[in-house]
T-cell receptor, first 112, second 114 residues
Framework: KQEVTQIPAALSVPEGENLVLNCSFT??????LQWFRQDPGKGLTSLLL?????REQTSGRLNASLDKSSGRSTLYIAASQPGDSATYLC???????????FGKGTTLSVSS | GAGVSQSPSNKVTEKGKDVELRCDPI?????LYWYRQRLGQGLEFLIY????????KSGLPSDRFSAERTGESVSTLTIQRTQQEDSAVYLC????????????FGPGTRLTVT
C-alpha cells in the first residue's frame, strides 16, 4: 500500500530564506507527483506536476525534484515571502492512475 | 475559465439526517474524484468517475456513502444517516483524464454533523 510522508510537519522561517520541503513515498510505481498549496479554509491549489519520467519542474520561485527510484521529492522555495505561508501537500498517483495519495503536509510560516 | 465548483460551501446537519454534496467539474474533464479531509488528518480518497462510471467503490468509508455522476458533468456525493465521524471537508477534483493528468480541486464543502 502506497504511503506518503512529509517532513517536517511544520516549519517557521524569516522572510527571504530559501527552504526545502521533503516528501517520500514507499512505492515507486507512480504516474506522477503533484505539489499543492492549501490555505486555511480554502481548497487546494496545484503548484507543480512532475511526470514519472521527469526529474524536476520549475515555476517562478518554486522548484520540485523527483527521484522515483529512491521514492523522494523535494520542493525548493527560493527567497520566501510571508505570502508563502500555507500548508504544502505532496501527492502521488496510485498504480492504477485513478487517485492521488496524499501526505499530511508541511505547514509553513514565513515571518516578515 | 471556470474552475471546479462545489456546493454548499458549508453544511451543518443533525446526526441521522441525509446530506447531498454537489460538484461541478471543469467543462470537458472526463475524470472526477471525491476526497475527504477530516480535522488533523490527511486527504483521503473516496471515489473516482471516468465519464459517468465509478468502477471502484472500495474507497467509500461505509455503505451510507454513495455517489453518482450524470451527463459526464455534475456529481453528487450522498451521505445517509450522517454520523459525527462524517464531519470533514469534502473535496472534489477533476482532470482531463486518468493517470498522467493534473487534478484540479474545488474549494470543498465543510460538513459538520451535530
Amino acid at each position: 500500500k502506497q504511503e506518503v510522508t512529509q517532513i517536517p510537519a511544520a516549519l517557521s522561517v524569516p522572510e527571504g530564506e530559501n527552504l526545502v520541503l521533503n516528501c517520500s513515498f514507499t512505492d515507486s510505481a507512480i504516474y506522477n507527483l503533484q505539489w499543492f498549496r492549501q490555505d486555511p479554509g480554502k481548497g487546494l491549489t496545484s503548484l507543480l506536476l512532475i511526470q514519472s519520467s521527469q526529474r524536476e519542474q520549475t515555476s517562478g520561485r518554486l522548484n520540485a525534484s523527483l527521484d522515483k527510484s529512491s521514492g523522494r521529492s523535494t520542493l525548493y522555495i527560493a527567497a520566501s515571502q510571508p505570502g508563502d505561508s500555507a500548508t504544502y501537500l505532496c501527492a502521488v498517483t496510485n498504480q492504477a492512475g485513478t487517485a492521488l495519495i496524499f501526505g499530511k503536509g508541511t505547514t509553513l510560516s514565513v515571518s516578515s | 475559465g471556470a474552475g471546479v465548483s462545489q456546493s454548499p460551501s458549508n453544511k451543518v446537519t443533525e446526526k441521522g439526517k441525509d446530506v447531498e454534496l454537489r460538484c461541478d467539474p471543469i467543462s470537458g474533464h472526463t475524470a472526477l474524484y471525491w476526497y475527504r479531509q477530516r480535522l488533523g488528518q490527511g486527504l483521503e480518497f473516496l471515489i473516482y468517475f471516468q465519464g459517468n462510471s465509478a468502477p471502484d467503490k472500495s474507497g467509500l468509508p461505509s455503505d451510507r456513502f454513495s455517489a453518482e455522476r450524470t451527463g459526464e458533468s455534475v456529481s453528487t456525493l450522498t451521505i445517509q444517516r450522517t454520523q459525527q465521524e462524517d464531519s470533514a471537508v469534502y473535496l472534489c477534483a477533476s482532470s482531463v483524464g486518468l493517470g498522467l493528468y493534473e487534478q484540479y480541486f474545488g474549494p470543498g464543502t465543510r460538513l459538520t454533523v451535530t
